[in-house]
T-cell receptor, first 117, second 116 residues
Framework: GAGVSQTPSNKVTEKGKYVELRCDPISGHTALYWYRQSLGQGPEFLIYFQGTGAADDSGLPNDRFFAVRPEGSVSTLKIQRTERGDSAVYLC???????????????FGPGTRLTVL | AQKVTQAQTEISVVEKEDVTLDCVYETRDTTYYLFWYKQPPSGELVFLIRRNSFDEQNEISGRYSWNFQKSTSSFNFTITASQVVDSAVYFCALSERMDSSYKLIFGSGTRLLVRP
């Protein structure tokens, strides 16, 4: 079946510009996560959606970053006034969500490589 | 605070050697999960294993084995008879409980180079 997909796979932008990164989760997955992986580091959690609402956005680095998931499926990560330090691979993951049965596997997408010049 | 430490930044071995990747974690959760992921040069994250904090049994899968020791907060990964295709960055990760799910806390990774 189809896995998590992310578009674009690569995005090059100039400092100060606005970018949108898209994530299509696995069909039926209610939970969606964004992580950011800087060069030479492990992924770092940004935000988690359960359905349409952001249940935990504690990892967003500042108010230039926000994400939406208006219909509980596709999510868009939006970055305003991009800075060179925003350059990273942005990973999306989805899962069936909830903790009543313990951990639900997070399936990762291929990522979007963002380069800010 | 939750933390994962992978002290080995890079390891280089010759094919057929055994290699162990170290992982030490810190957590305040009583129930937690530990993971290993592989990230080959293509960039995708490949899930290798998940362990529940209640299950300290070691696990073997083919050439891969994992040693979970709660007493030392370690979850080490051994590759037996390494192959060139094992060359990748390997990440250890720890779950952190959120209200209705878990986030993953990753270590900084160990780059493994297996030379022919």
């Amino acid at each position: 079946g189809a896995g998590v997909s992310q578009t674009p796979s690569n995005k090059v932008t100039e400092k100060g510009k606005y970018v949108e990164l898209r994530c299509d989760p696995i069909s039926g997955h209610t939970a969606l996560y964004w992580y950011r992986q800087s060069l030479g580091q492990g992924p770092e959690f940004l935000i988690y959606f359960q359905g349409t609402g952001a249940a935990d956005d504690s990892g967003l680095p500042n108010d230039r970053f926000f994400a939406v998931r208006p219909e509980g499926s596709v999510s868009t990560l939006k970055i305003q006034r991009t800075e060179r330090g925003d350059s990273a691979v942005y990973l999306c993951a989805s899962s069936t969500g909830g903790t009543d049965r313990g951990y639900n596997e997070q399936f990762f997408g291929p990522g979007t490589r963002l380069t800010v010049l | 605070a939750q933390k994962v430490t992978q002290a080995q930044t890079e390891i280089s071995v010759v094919e057929k050697e055994d290699v162990t990747l170290d992982c030490v974690y810190e957590t305040r959760d009583t129930t937690y999960y530990l993971f290993w992921y592989k990230q080959p040069p293509s960039g995708e994250l490949v899930f290798l294993i998940r362990r529940n904090s209640f299950d300290e049994q070691n696990e073997i899968s083919g050439r891969y084995s994992w040693n979970f020791q709660k007493s030392t907060s370690s979850f080490n990964f051994t590759i037996t008879a390494s192959q060139v295709v094992d060359s990748a960055v390997y990440f250890c990760a720890l779950s952190e409980r959120m209200d209705s799910s878990y986030k993953l806390i990753f270590g900084s990774g160990t780059r493994l180079l297996v030379r022919p």
